[in-house]
C-alpha cells in the first residue's frame, strides 16, 4: 500500500503546483458528507476507488489502480440573490480542465502514467457543486509471501 500512498501524494503535489487555484487539494475522508463541509472552496478530494490484482507469474502481480478526485466548488447563488457572473458560474469548469490536463499521462514513480477515463457530476446542493474525475494507473506488484519452493528433483516409482 505504500505505492498507492505515494502516487496520491505525487497527485497531491502535482495538483497543489500546477492548479494554484484550488484552496485545498487533500485525501478524500469524507469531508463533503459534513453538514458544514471543513473544507477551503475550491478543493480537490483524492481517494482511491479500486485496485484490481491480476497474476502474472513468478509471484507477480499488475496492480491497476482507479483514483478518484473529487472537485466541489460552492454553488450557484440562490435565484433570489444577483446573478453570478457567468466566469464565476462556469469556474468549476475551467477548474475541471486545468486539472485533466494536469493529471492525464502524469507520473512522478514507478507506476503507469495516469490516464483520465471519466468525468461526471455527482451532486449539486444548496451550498456546493461537485464532479468527479477517475484516472487510472498501473503498476508491477513483486510478491513475497516468505514460502520456499522446492523442486523436485527425482521421483522413484516402486511397483509390487
Not at 15 to 32: F, M, N
Not at 43 to 59: F, I, K, M, S, W
Amino acid at each position: 500500500m505504500d505505492r498507492i500512498a505515494a502516487i496520491l501524494s505525487n497527485v497531491r503535489t502535482q495538483l497543489a503546483e500546477r492548479v494554484p487555484e484550488l484552496a485545498c487539494v487533500d485525501k478524500d475522508r469524507g469531508q463533503l458528507a459534513c453538514e458544514v463541509p471543513p473544507v477551503e472552496w475550491p478543493c480537490a478530494l483524492l481517494d482511491v476507488e479500486n485496485v484490481d490484482y491480476t497474476q502474472e507469474g513468478g509471484g507477480r502481480q499488475m496492480a491497476d489502480v482507479q483514483l478518484t478526485i473529487t472537485v466541489a466548488d460552492r454553488g450557484p447563488a440562490p435565484a433570489s440573490e444577483l446573478p453570478a457572473e457567468p466566469e464565476d458560474a462556469c469556474r468549476i469548469l475551467g477548474l475541471l480542465g486545468k486539472i485533466h490536463r494536469s493529471l492525464h499521462r502524469f507520473a512522478a514513480g514507478d507506476y503507469a502514467p495516469l490516464s483520465c477515463t471519466n468525468l461526471r457530476k455527482v451532486g449539486t446542493d444548496s451550498s456546493y457543486e461537485c464532479y468527479r474525475l477517475t484516472c487510472r494507473t498501473a503498476f508491477e506488484v513483486g510478491c513475497d509471501t516468505g514460502a520456499t519452493t522446492s523442486r523436485i528433483q527425482d521421483v522413484r516409482l516402486r511397483m509390487e
